[in-house]
Nanobody
Framework: QVQLDESGGGFVQAGGSLRLSCAAS????????MAWFRQAPGKEREFVAT????????HYADSVKGRFTISRDNAKNMVYLQMNSLKPEDTAVYLC?????????????????WGQGTQVTVSS
């Protein structure tokens, strides 16, 4: 059983930056593909970014490509999401997810483990 704990959310003005962190415990972290999803009020959860077990492959949603960067540190059991040039439409709860069988990483049903999320609010 893998536990995921997100942190780093907050309130930022448009154009600003935030770095989200996700701490994993209870499993062999390097065996898992990881991802960030987000969910805004009244909207469905959507894919943001994913990374393979060794960081060798990443994918991003078109809406964040060029602004967000996902990375991981297997020695620390951590995955990160660096968010730059933030926009009001990036406002959402951001959730970390883990899967032992990475198949491209873009779909919710690939992921077995989820964190509780961290709130990101971007003002205009």
């Amino acid at each position: 059983q893998v536990q995921l704990d997100e942190s780093g959310g907050g309130f930022v003005q448009a154009g600003g930056s935030l770095r989200l962190s996700c701490a994993a415990s209870g499993g062999t972290f390097r065996n898992y593909g990881m991802a960030w999803f987000r969910q805004a009020p009244g909207k469905e959860r959507e894919f943001v970014a994913t990374i393979t077990w060794n960081g060798g492959n990443t994918h991003y949603a078109d809406s964040v490509k060029g602004r967000f960067t996902i990375s991981r540190d297997n020695a620390k059991n951590m995955v990160y999401l660096q968010m730059n040039s933030l926009k009001p439409e990036d406002t959402a709860v951001y959730l970390c997810a883990a899967t032992p069988r990475w198949l491209g990483g873009r779909f919710e049903n690939e992921y077995d483990y989820w964190g509780q999320g961290t709130q990101v609010t971007v003002s205009s």
